[in-house]
T-cell receptor
Framework: DAGITQSPRHKVTETGTPVTLRCHQT?????MYWYRQDPGHGLRLIHY???????DKGEVSDGYSVSRSKTEDFLLTLESATSSQTSVYFC?????????FGSGTRLTVV | QKEVEQNSGPLSVPEGAIASLNCTYS??????FFWYRQYSGKSPELIMF????GDKEDGRFTAQLNKASQYVSLLIRDSQPSDSATYLC????????????FGKGTHLIIQP
């Protein structure tokens, strides 16, 4: 998606290991979000950021932390991955009412 | 708990017919309402958003909002096979920039 990239696109990791997902934007938007999408649950908000070093928790924040040291980068960290964190993770940016999603990261915890 | 409800489907519609997708939300303070389309394995794409009661049209798509009934719908006219996808209803419940609350989506199938 134009202006927003996620890395990696796919990752397989072992239970108990730390994992960091990266979201990078070139749009200079203030607001950034991390969602997870699971069958039967839809998209659920994990954390969001409203500026550099300004972040807040979403609906399903347990087990996740985030950091935003630069406007363009929003990092999502699973401190100790569990099988319940196997999911597709989407980053989004917003400008007014326009939310744009990245292509997603498919994370599998084995 | 703030919720957005959608029928998961699948909703099957003949090609050329009108597809009607529905969504209800729990928070009366919600201010803006969105419809996204998501193809399998892809990211959500914004179709349109609506703020005010009534209808909003964009090409073959019409969003309808009834705040008194806490109900929002999406009509797709002249449905095409390429419209087959999952349609996500989303609501900005806080009115701020603290993210959207999504329904679980309705799987739409357009039958040629």
């Amino acid at each position: 998606d134009a202006g927003i990239t996620q890395s990696p696109r796919h990752k397989v990791t072992e239970t108990g290991t730390p994992v960091t997902l990266r979201c990078h934007q070139t749009e200079n938007h203030r607001y950034m979000y991390w969602y997870r999408q699971d069958p039967g649950h839809g998209l659920r908000l994990i954390h969001y950021s409203y500026g550099v070093k300004d972040t807040d928790k979403g609906e399903v924040s347990d087990g996740y932390s985030v950091s935003r040291s630069k406007t363009e980068d929003f990092l999502l960290t699973l401190e100790s991955a569990t099988s319940s964190q196997t999911s597709v993770y989407f980053c989004a940016i917003s400008e007014g009412e326009y939310y744009t999603f990245g292509s997603g990261t498919r994370l599998t915890v084995v | 708990q703030k919720e957005v409800e959608q029928n998961s489907g699948p909703l099957s519609v003949p090609e050329g017919a009108i597809a009607s997708l529905n969504c209800t939300y729990s928070d009366r303070g919600s201010q803006s309402f969105f419809w996204y389309r998501q193809y399998s394995g892809k990211s959500p794409e914004l179709i349109m958003f609506i703020y005010s009661n009534g209808d909003k049209e964009d090409g073959r798509f019409t969003a309808q909002l009834n705040k008194a009934s806490q109900y929002v719908s999406l009509l797709i006219r002249d449905s095409q096979p390429s419209d087959s996808a999952t349609y996500l209803c989303a609501v900005n419940m806080g009115g701020g920039a603290d993210g959207l609350t999504f329904g679980k989506g309705t799987h739409l199938i357009i039958q040629p």
